[in-house]
């Protein structure tokens, strides 16, 4: 059975800093893609950053030089480092692992980030 496990999320100062961790199970983790998306209410969900298997990132334009994603393939974990947060970046945020070579995605339960002082 897959599972993706987020964690880190939580309520933050402006300017301040979180780590999400999204860790999985029952794959082999080094095959997939790894992106994270965020959503608020009213608004389609939006692709903030992914890193390929082979570790090459992109980033929305929203969050580049703010945000960093990484993965540990070892720990069948990935993350996103999210620093100067505003409130602009509240929502929440989902991990999703996808392979194109095989044709299966997954999706986290979501973890809410909230930006507020």
């Known amino acids: 059975q897959v599972q993706l496990v987020e964690s880190g999320g939580g309520l933050v100062q402006p300017g301040g800093s979180l780590r999400l961790s999204c860790a999985a199970s029952g794959i082999n983790f080094s095959f997939y893609n790894i992106n994270w998306y965020r959503q608020t209410v009213g608004k389609q969900r939006e692709l903030v950053a992914g890193i390929s298997s082979g570790g090459t990132t992109n980033y929305a334009d929203s969050v580049k030089g703010r945000f960093t994603i990484s993965r540990d393939n070892a720990k069948n974990t990935g993350y996103l480092h999210m620093s100067s947060l505003s409130p602009e970046d509240t929502a929440v945020y989902y991990c999703?692992?996808?392979?194109?070579?095989?044709?299966?995605?997954?999706w986290g339960q979501g973890t809410q980030v909230t930006v507020s002082s």
């Open positions: 999703n692992v996808h392979s194109d070579i095989l044709y299966r995605s997954y």
